[in-house]
């Protein structure tokens, strides 16, 4: 009874939830409003991949648009981000995430953006190298064996553009893209919109935010997670009562005579 007693106490470990800022260049907690139990600095990577410029790399742009498609399928274009060095436990539990960023401009009708993964064996795409037609500059292309395309993963929610105007704040829940990215199943998020339009080249319909190298610091984006993880069990004042009780009618049978 007693070693089951002990059993029980030394492995049924609580989860214990956290919540972390994330960012990159400037921590803009305050600016957005966000209150974290601790704030974190990481390898934060965001880029923008163009069809209509393939070989072209966006990774030092102040600001990153995403268009429509146009009717000929030919100006498709997302935007990129990367989460490195984060500190979360790939078996952590994502309770909710939440990717600030600030609007430089939207245009267009009102439409719906999806929020998709990327291949996992894409993990080691770079911010300064990355462009439509591969992830880095020694690639021959995305994991997928082509563009960008062939890298697309699971559309793990949407948003709908509502016009915003340019400097507002702008929230995105990513809980289950950054679940994924956690787990290693996914190598980054992406927001974009494949839909054809009957006209214009599709910059017509955009979106656009300011990236981590935005030239005013306070536009700069952050991530706001909350997460579980099983905390290790710490020895409890009923254990160690249990353990001294054991330990003494051990000492007091050994001293009994037989």
């Given at each position: 009874m007693l070693a089951l007693c002990l059993g029980i106490l030394c492995f049924a470990a609580p989860s214990r939830a956290s919540t972390v800022w994330l960012y990159g260049g400037t921590n803009n907690a305050s600016v957005y409003g966000v209150t974290a139990d601790t704030a974190l600095s990481i390898g934060w990577k965001d880029t923008q991949l163009t069809q209509a410029q393939p070989s072209v790399i966006w990774g030092t742009n102040a600001t990153?648009?995403?268009?429509?498609?146009?009717?000929a399928g030919l100006t498709r274009s997302a935007i990129l981000f990367g989460f490195d060095g984060t500190g979360i436990p790939s078996t952590a539990t994502i309770l909710s995430a939440t990717l600030f960023l600030t609007v430089n401009n939207f245009a267009g009708s009102v439409d719906t953006w999806q929020i998709r993964g990327v291949a996992a064996a894409d993990a080691?795409?770079?911010?300064?190298e990355a462009s439509f037609d591969k992830p880095f500059?020694?690639?021959?292309?995305?994991?997928?064996?082509?563009?960008?395309?062939s890298s697309l993963g699971t559309v793990f929610g949407s948003f709908i553009e509502s016009n915003p105007a340019s400097g507002s704040l702008f929230s995105l829940d990513v809980t289950s893209a950054l679940q994924a990215i956690?787990?290693?199943?996914?190598a980054g998020l992406a927001l974009m919109n494949y839909s054809n339009?009957?006209?214009g080249p599709g910059s017509?319909?955009?979106i656009s935010f300011h990236s981590d190298e935005s030239a005013t610091p306070a536009y700069r984006p952050g991530l706001l997670v909350e997460f579980t993880t099983t905390a290790v069990p710490e020895p409890s004042r009923t254990l160690l009562f249990l353990g001294a009780a054991f330990m003494s009618a051990l000492r007091r049978r050994r001293g009994t005579p037989h």
């Open positions: 990153l648009q995403a268009n429509l498609n146009n009717a080691g795409w770079m911010e300064g500059l020694s690639a021959a292309s995305w994991s997928g064996g082509g563009v960008f395309d956690v787990n290693g199943t996914s339009v009957s006209a017509a319909q955009r």
